[in-house]
């Protein structure tokens, strides 16, 4: 997304996406709302209660997604770029508290993902896990929350099948070699199900060397899964 949008007010993407969400506010939401209204993710113009972003920066959200391989040789698909309005965005989502940026997110994401794996739909969606002190801290799991709404818009159950045993530090604070360790068997299944026969799509909200997805897909793959993924915003660089 550029940083300077131009004037247009079109739809980009079809799909039945309006733009708009079905949500009815009650009292005190709607009351919240006049003093605090939501604003676009991407450009923090104050939107209404039913609308995920501004008609401008809609206009501008790119219409075909990114497609990329992990290193494990799993694709995944992204409908947005890690940089300028997106990259804020994602940090507002994750870090300041803007829990309600996951509308647009999950809207675009699933609308990705319906493009890309459209005939290879999976049976089973899922996150990246945070590990328990880390979900204290933040108080929410941001990669959970899309995955859910993503699972809720196209109809595919939505399981927690891994969990995270160790508290690793975070990985952008680490080289490249680092991380590739940092994540090493720091996942494991729940009660260790058998996935055998299982498409299971994982989503994550931002994939930067692709290792923590990498290592999701291993601890899947390990107890018989197939594992496709999506994430919020690439900045992989491949
Ligand atoms: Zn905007």
Redesign the pocket.
Known sequence: MKEN?PKSTALSGSEGLSGQNKRKRKFPEWFLSLIFPDR??????V?SGTDT??A???AEIPSEPIIQYLPTKECCVSPFAYAS?VRNAVIGYKFKGKKYYSRSFSKYTAKAIRQVYKDHMPDVITAVPLSKKRLRQRGYNQAEIVAAEVAAILNIPYQPLLVKTKSNPEQHHLTLTERKNNVKNVYSVIGNADLSHQTILIIDDIVTTGYTLSECCRTLKQNGASVICACIASALKI
């Open positions: 949008p676009c993710p991407y450009c923090q113009q939107i972003e501004c401008i920066c809609r309005k």
